[in-house]
T-cell receptor, first 114, second 113 residues
Framework: KQEVTQIPAALSVPEGENLVLNCSFTDSAIYNLQWFRQDPGKGLTSLLL?????REQTSGRLNASLDKSSGRSTLYIAASQPGDSATYLC?????????????FGSGTRLSIRP | ETGVTQTPRHLVMGMTNKKSLKCEQHLGHNAMYWYKQSAKKPLELMFV???????ENNSVPSRFSPECPNSSHLFLHLHTLQPEDSALYLC????????????FGNGTRLTVT
């Protein structure tokens, strides 16, 4: 059974630091991977989607990469800001079916101190 | 209005009540999903609808009953719930194909008393 681990579970850093969030799958056969942000009491906002033919995606200060051989993904946040404080979740799918097979991690709760 | 809209945002109900959650998407997607998010647990997929047809039911108790009248609307009918059903219920939509990103609503925070 596919399981997803996100490390660390929580992280608190001062403003301005660069940081890396990690996500790993027990089954490395990940076809696509999506990173989400969730603010307290809110739904999930899609940040980046790495599709089957890609290894990484960038959006502004965010960069996500996927190593399909190991089933590991990282989300890199450059020059962190207090507004980046949220829970970050990764989700991956095996690709042989629709998005109904996507598995979510438990998330990393990020706090950026001013 | 764009995106995925869920109503109500908050719901408190007794164990004998009957209520419904509503989800509407304005993205032209073909697939809609119900997820349950409990404290400190990963998101759990409950139901999947593709072109209005239910394609997945992840062993969800019968006290949860989904309805998808068309590709833009999804309901979750609730009856005789238990306190452990208290959670954030999230609706999502996608094109329903591989590599299709999920788009989520803001969820309904359900409390069962």
């Amino acid at each position: 059974k596919q399981e997803v681990t996100q490390i660390p579970a929580a992280l608190s850093v001062p403003e301005g630091e660069n940081l890396v969030l990690n996500c790993s799958f027990t089954d490395s056969a990940i076809y696509n991977l999506q990173w989400f942000r969730q603010d307290p009491g809110k739904g999930l906002t899609s940040l980046l989607l790495i599709q089957s033919s890609q290894r990484e995606q960038t959006s502004g200060r965010l960069n996500a990469s996927l190593d399909k051989s190991s089933g590991r993904s990282t989300l890199y946040i450059a020059a962190s800001q207090p507004g980046d404080s949220a829970t970050y979740l990764c989700a991956g799918g095996p690709g042989y079916s629709s998005a109904s097979k996507i598995i979510f991690g438990s998330g990393t709760r990020l706090s950026i101190r001013p | 209005e764009t995106g995925v809209t869920q109503t109500p945002r908050h719901l408190v109900m007794g164990m004998t009540n009957k209520k419904s959650l509503k989800c509407e998407q304005h993205l032209g997607h073909n697939a809609m999903y119900w997820y349950k998010q409990s404290a400190k647990k990963p998101l759990e997929l409950m139901f999947v609808y593709n072109f209005k047809e239910q394609t997945e039911n992840n062993s969800v108790p019968s006290r949860f009953s989904p309805e998808c009248p068309n590709s833009s609307h999804l309901f979750l009918h609730l009856h005789t719930l238990q306190p452990e059903d208290s959670a954030l219920y999230l609706c999502a939509s996608s094109q329903g194909q591989e590599n299709s990103p999920l788009h989520f609503g803001n969820g309904t925070r359900l409390t069962v008393t």
